[in-house]
């Protein structure tokens, strides 16, 4: 950050082509009800590091094995997907009716941390999205499957494929989790959650905090946290703000929000938090690496590579399905 006069310049790694990480100007108003006094009274609020003592009286760093060190002990499991539109499809009907779609890819799997980095798990799925009914289209590179929605407008198809790479996720985050294993998933958590798992958004379009506690996020330092807040609505979470080592730039430079499902009492979700902004900073990664660091943590942007690749070369993919359609 230097000086110009009386302006102040920033400068953040993060990549322009996805996004600001954080978006100027205002955010949107939260929609859900928010309630920031359930683990600290809001007049008391204040950054949180790993030995902060918890609303019960112990040391939270006691309840996690003894502090930053203690608390990275332990694997944990990253789970995320990719997704990709391969092509625009036109599907005319037995009725002489013309319907758009998209025939389009996507991936999910999971890398385990345990002292090395593993991929266990990555399953590819290829589907074509249209309101109108076609039999599967078998290509050289996979089948897609046909899979209806009530509109060929552009939202609903990638609301469309959004809903089916998030149901993937889920299950392969439920069929890897296991007693023992921190199970963090890239991005808000969906319904049904795994119990436990976190959430964790790297991109911030909503303002969740009231004024007279926001700016605890921006005294953050690396490895501290906001105190819990609820978000309320049809589905309950507990949230909080963390930021990352090795941020610069502006005060929100850094800043990850996370997730937990709000079934667990606050006493449990405030050690969880803590044991878990302990654990994500060592995953940070670094600008000359990531060009979305250091919120996109190393074992996610593995994973991601890893992903892409399994989709195949989008233009190989391409020609297989004009090819697969010519012979039909």
Known sequence: MTGTGAA??????????????????????????VDVGLEVPADQWGPIGPSRASTSGALLSEQVGGGPSGAVAGPVLFVDGVRRVDAW?????????????????????????????TVVAAEVTRRVFSPAVTGPIETACGTYLPTPVPSDEVQPLMLALQRRMGDLEARVATAHA??????????????????????????HHVSYL?????????RLGPGERTP???????????????????ADGHPWAGIVRCELDAAEAVETAA???????????????????????PQNLYPIGGLERDLRHRLGDPH???????????RT
């Open 228 to 246: 819990l807040f609820l978000i309320g609505g049809s589905w309950p979470r507990w949230s909080w703000y963390l930021k990352l080592a090795g």
């Open 8 to 33: 102040t310049i920033a400068i953040e790694a993060w990549a322009p082509e996805y996004g600001a990480a954080h978006e100027p100007g205002e955010l949107d108003e939260a929609r859900a009800p």
């Open 271 to 293: 050690a969880r938090a803590t044991e878990v902004s302990a654990v994500l900073p060592r995953f940070a990664s670094e600008p000359h690496k990531d060009p979305r660091a």
């Open 316 to 326: 190989l993919v391409l020609r297989a399905l004009r090819r697969a359609v010519a």
């Open 210 to 218: 009231p004024p007279m506690v926001r700016d605890v996020v921006a």
């Open 89 to 117: 499809v036109w599907i005319t009907d037995a009725d002489g009716q013309t319907h758009a779609g998209i025939a389009a890819s996507y991936a999910a799997g999971a890398v385990l941390c345990d002292g090395a980095a």
């Open 178 to 203: 296991q007693p023992g294993r921190r199970v963090v998933v890239d991005g808000p958590l969906r319904q049904p959650v795994i119990a436990g798992a976190v959430g964790f958004v790297k991109t």
